[in-house]
Nanobody
Framework: QVQLVESGGGLVQAGGSLRLSCAAS????????MGWFRQAPRKEREFVAA????????KYADSVLGRFTISRDNAKNMVYLQMNSLKPEDTAVYYC???????????????????WGQGTQVTVSS
């Protein structure tokens, strides 16, 4: 079992950057694929980025490809989402997610995510 706590959200102007962090508890963190999702008001939660056990494989939503970078540090039980060139449409609550698998595609679908963080708000002003 793993518990996830996000941090790093905030208010930023369009074109700016933010780095989200997700701290995971548990000794088996390296056996989880990790992901980030987001949910804007009145919209469904959507996939943003995912990373495999060892960080060798990553996957991104088309809307963030080239602007966002997911990474992890298994020694520190941390996952990060570096967000550059932010746009107003990136405004949402961002959630860290975990799935006990090395099949990265599993953690791109909300129905297969095993664990969620509480979320952190990201607001991008125009």
């Amino acid at each position: 079992q793993v518990q996830l706590v996000e941090s790093g959200g905030g208010l930023v102007q369009a074109g700016g950057s933010l780095r989200l962090s997700c701290a995971a508890s548990g000794r088996t963190f390296s056996t989880y694929s990790m992901g980030w999702f987001r949910q804007a008001p009145r919209k469904e939660r959507e996939f943003v980025a995912a990373i495999s056990w060892g960080g060798g494989s990553t996957k991104y939503a088309d809307s963030v490809l080239g602007r966002f970078t997911i990474s992890r540090d298994n020694a520190k039980n941390m996952v990060y989402l570096q967000m550059n060139s932010l746009k107003p449409e990136d405004t949402a609550v961002y959630y860290c997610a975990a799935a006990l698998t090395n099949t990265i595609l599993v953690v791109t679908d909300t129905q297969f995510v095993g664990y969620w963080g509480q979320g952190t708000q990201v607001t991008v002003s125009s």
